[in-house]
């Protein structure tokens, strides 16, 4: 039916168009569907309605913002922005402030605002940032934070080191460890920033996916391209997430409504910048306790790489579109065979290659 509004095949329609099919047809539709498919065309702001969001909303492949739509029966949305809603709590301001921060489109910031209950909160992150890096070092370690400039780190069980690459688990638990009490706090004020509210948004198991799958792809960045490095910091999966909620401001740059975005990028980018060039500059200067190295900047990379591949997927828009599946599939298996690489060149290569590892703590 679309289709005769759409002679052009841009695949769009005015809302206008769009609003007099609904009309006509809407009688043969369900009425929960018919008023996500009104609140579509009443919270539009740019005039037109993308078909394939028509495709989605019919044969649900519309994932969080439909079923919050339908479970909430027939709730109206209201029809004024979001912005404009006065009387408001310090909470219910939080929650606005988190929708505008993350969500593109105004009904799905609506979908978001009108269902979130703040349970569960966002466990993950905060658990990561204050158990991992403050009760351990703090409580069990005596100190805050290891010391890159004294041998003593290596010796900890937790950070990454190519000679004990076989030791599994230290491909993950090296971001306990940070090297100085600068990097730990650039890592968890990023962290808290914006880990936390794309967690609100997006939920735990999608911020934890991004933020191991960066963690791990930061360390096998490390043992393939910079083979004689310690790994310490949370830097991978920081910049994983940090990349990707980056790159989706960018990418839907008209819709996203923050105050100050253009600023906000800037001092993200610049503290990104500075902790990684620090990172650089660390593991190129001389150690003062040779042999013992300093640790490597590739995992910064990695991260990032995780970020605006498999993060931009998954942190888009508050819907999953069906190009954003193919896409999703695609970087996954690109993932995957990336991580299948890294473990067969951890096996092989080191030995062919026939490196001068630094010596076991």
Known sequence: LLSQFDPDNTGYISTEKFRSLLQRHGSELDPHKLEVLLALADNNSEGRICYQDFVNLM??????SFRQAILQGNRRLCSKALLEETGLSLSQRLIRHVAYETLPREIDRKWYYDSYTCCP???????????AFFLYNGVVLDRFVLQVSHPLYLKNTLLYHPQLRAQAWRYLTYIFMHAGIEHLGLNVVLQLLVGVP??????????????????????????????????????????????????????????MKCQFKLLRMA????????EFGRAVWLRFH???????????????LGGVMVGITLGVIIL????QRLQDQTLWWIFLSIYVIFVLFAIFWNIFAYSLLDLKLPPPP
């Open 59 to 64: 044969s649900n492949k519309r994932s969080n």
């Open 121 to 131: 909160p966002p466990w993950f992150m905060i658990t990561i940032t204050i158990v």
């Open 198 to 255: 794309l967690e609100m948004v997006h939920g735990a198991a999608r911020i934890s996916f991004v933020y191991v799958a960066g963690v791990v792809a930061g360390s096998l960045a490390v043992s393939v391209a910079d083979m004689t490095a310690p790994v310490v910091g949370s830097s991978g999966g920081v910049y994983a997430l940090v990349s990707a909620h980056l790159a989706n401001i960018v990418m839907n740059w008209s819709g």
């Open 267 to 274: 001092v993200a980018l610049i503290c990104m910048s500075f």
């Open 286 to 300: 001389p150690s003062a306790y040779p042999p013992c190295p300093h640790p490597s900047f590739m995992a910064h």
């Open 316 to 319: 888009r828009n508050y819907e």
